[in-house]
Each structure stands twice: as C-alpha cells, then as structure tokens.
C-alpha cells in the first residue's frame, strides 16, 4: 500500500485539497481523529482552501436561484446530531455502560458503523462512491480486470431460499423486466419493478483469497443496504440472486470487502448499475 | 415670573451622553453562522439570505473545477441542498461558515470530476493538461478585491513546486499522485510541498490555526 511509505501526520495538506484519493482517505480520516493537533492543522487549511476557493467567485444565472429555492421547498432537513453520535435505532444486544446506568437508550455503535454521523459533526469530506448521485456510480467502477468463469456462490444468510425462488419467478415473468448492464459489462442485472426485486447475475466474477468477499448492495440515495456476502462456490451453486428492492432504490453494486462482509461498502464497486426512477 | 426650569432629566454629576443612532437589528447582515442557524430551525428566509451570500463563490469555484457552466450549475445546486439539509450539523467550534460551505462545494466539485471520467480519460486527460495554462487562469483570477489580492501576493510568497501542486490539486481538482505525474516529482515530495505550502498560505493570509 503506498500510504505506508508516508508519514500520517503529512495527510492534512492533501486532505484539505481533496487531494488524496479514495483508497487513502478514510485511513488518513481515522489519523486525524485520533490527532488532535492534525484536526486543528487541518481546520486551518480548510479555513484556507476557502479563501482560495473565494477568489474564484462567479455570478450564477438567476435560474440557479429559483431552482435551489424550489428544491429546498420540499426537502427535509437532518435532525440535528444528539451528544457525539446520531441518534440510532435500537439494533443489536443492550451493552452496559458505566456511565449510563439509568439510562435506556440503546448505546450508539462505534462510529464507523454511520459515516453520515461520525463526519456530520466534524466537516463534510468527499462521499464515498455509493453516497454520490446515482447517475454518477456507474462511472465510478473500479477498473478490475476479471478472469472470468470462476464459480461464485451466495452465502444464504440473508433471505430465505423460498422468497428466492419466489422473487426470481416473478422477475422472469415480469412484463416489466429491464436487463441493466454495468458499464464494463462483467454482469447483469434484470430489474423488474412490478416484483420490487432484481436478479443479479454474479457469474463470471473472479476469484478472492480466502479473506476477502463479494458483497451486493442496493442504494437508496445516501445509504447502501447490505444484501448478502457472495463467496466462491461449490459446482451447482445458483449463479444469481434476487435482491429485494423497494421505491426510492437507486442502485445495485457489487464490492469487494473482508470475509466476514462490512456495514458499509468499503471499497469502490466492482460494477454497479443505477435504477432507473 | 420666569417660566419654571425644566427638569433637567439627568441628574447632576451624570454627564449627558450622546446617543447615536443603531441599526435595527433586522437590518443588520447577519453572520454566515447566524444564518446556518437560523437555517437549520427549517428558516428559508435565512437559507435564501445565506444563498445570496454565497452563491457567487459556490458557483465560480464550482465552474472553476468542473468547466462546464451547466455542470457547476447542478454541482451548486447540490451544494445548497446539502447545505439545507445538513445545516443542523454545522459546528461553529470545529471552523467557520465559510469554510464548511466551500468544503461542501469544493468536495462536490471534486467528485463530479473524478466520477464523470472512466480512469483511462483522466490518465489521458492528465497527460494533455498544461500545465502552465493553469496557473496563469489562477493568477488572472486573482485580479481585485482586497482578498483576492491578499491570495495572489500570499501565493506569490510560495516556491514554484508548492504553487503549482496546490494550484493543480485545488483548482483543477488532481489528486496528489496525479499531480506527481504532472510535475514528474516523488509522490513523497507533492505530499509534504502540498503541506508545507499550505502552511505557508495560512500564516501569509492570517488565517487562524
């Protein structure tokens, strides 16, 4: 990994440019959350970069103006972050806290586990990939030469071999199919909305070492559902899955993270294909 | 008779004072931070104040980063509804008003470039790019007000590697290691000239650390 080469402590310059890319910021954003010397440096190079940006000031056409005011007239706004981290569903099993013994609020996940959270009270970065605007995905892929032929199968963790069965029959037969296709054209992805459901084809992906895995999502906007882990196969494994989708999905996506899967997509996809509205 | 003295409303030793008259405070401007404020209560009167405020410098730095007009269009459209929406969570302790919006914008920009292009066009893209053309745009942009004139003298004071890696990284929206490329210099070497000159900016303009 080239970052190793580099001292952490010397990201603040490239970070505050936008500088850095991907594959570097979040470990560079996990340094200087533990720095606080690195945050404070890194805020005045922010407080910087802005006057470099001022210096380029132009007058927008009056129609940009008419155009915000209409969007904002009918977006909702983020509730305010309550003490460090977002206020959270209750998930997962109740964890004693020392200092929070009458309360009954679940206690906030680490704040890896919400990236709107933990970068919503400090200053707002680059989105990873599956939080910019749907239309702008596909393009995003990773450029990842693939093998072809090495049998993939699904680790059937997340939804029940009979609702499979079920969404996959019904996409088949769906007079409303459409087949999407990443823009390298490693996959497939027949999307059929009468079924709220899509069948992804996952042949043809390559193989990943033994600590790695596939992971399909589906984006709603902002956020990435974790549909299910893709590990490689047996002979006879089924070589597409159904994904449940629902109003208001914007796109599927493959990527490529640690065995045991992620919250969130870790790295950039593989391919990925948007739904059309 | 003489008439009766009028009270003199101010008692002896209190010397009169002279009023002057203030603004009201409706037509005070109010501070960016104010406005941030006001805008995350779900206010639109102070989000379309704050617009007002800003929408030149979201607008030029975007256009400055994407190129095309229709693009930095939508880029600041996304920009201020991100602004809108996010507004609740803007912390004046971790910088200011200014500074959260142009990272906003900044960041968006950025994204929207590196997105539009497949790895291929950008390499190629990187490879036709001049170098100096750039760096002339910067400079004649930097042409009045007494900011713009501060930013112009600060970044003559930087040396010529620093200059060209922050203007290539900032307004043209490289990454560092493009940026290598461009200046055929270490990626070491950006990094710590992307550093350093920074440092050397932020004192040359006063901005507090």
Known sequence: MTSMMFDPHLNTGALALDALPDDEVTEAIAHIEGCESCAAELAGFLETAALLGSVASEVPPTSLRRAVLAAIAITPQLPPVVGQHERHDHQGPRHAQPDDGISDTTPPPPPAADADASTGTVLPFRRPWYRRPAAFIAAAVAAVVISGGVVVAINRTSSPPDQQVALEQCVQQAGDAQVLEPADAQGEVRYAPSCSAALVDVSGLRDLPADRTYQLWVLAGNDARSVTLLNLAADGQPQVWAAPTQAGDTAIGITEEPATGSPQPTSKPIWAVTLPA | ?209
């Open chain 2, 1 to 209: 008779m003489p008439p009766p003295e009028s009270p003199d409303p101010y008692p002896q030793g209190h010397p009169r004072r002279t009023l002057t008259p203030v603004p009201d405070p409706a037509d005070q401007p109010a501070s960016p931070e104010q406005l941030l404020g006001l805008t995350a209560l779900g206010q639109e009167h102070a989000f379309e104040q704050l617009y007002d405020a800003f929408a030149a410098r979201v607008f030029g730095l975007a256009r400055r980063i994407v190129r095309d007009p229709s693009q930095a269009e939508e880029v600041a459209q996304e920009v201020f509804l991100e602004i809108w929406r996010r507004a609740s969570r803007f912390d004046p302790a971790k910088g200011s008003a200014t500074s959260w919006i142009m990272t906003v914008t900044h960041a968006r920009a950025v994204d929207r470039v590196r997105s539009a292009q497949s790895a291929t066009d950008r390499e190629t893209k990187v490879a036709q790019a001049s170098v100096e053309r750039d760096i002339d745009t910067v400079v004649e942009a930097v042409e009045s007000g007494l900011e713009r004139r501060a930013v112009q003298r600060c970044l003559g004071t930087l040396t010529e590697l620093q200059r060209e890696s922050i203007t290539l990284a900032y307004y043209s929206g490289y990454t560092y290691r493009e940026v290598a490329e461009l200046l055929t210099a270490p990626l070491p070497t950006i990094k710590t000239r992307l550093r350093d000159g920074l440092i050397r900016l932020r004192d040359c303009l006063g901005v507090g650390a």
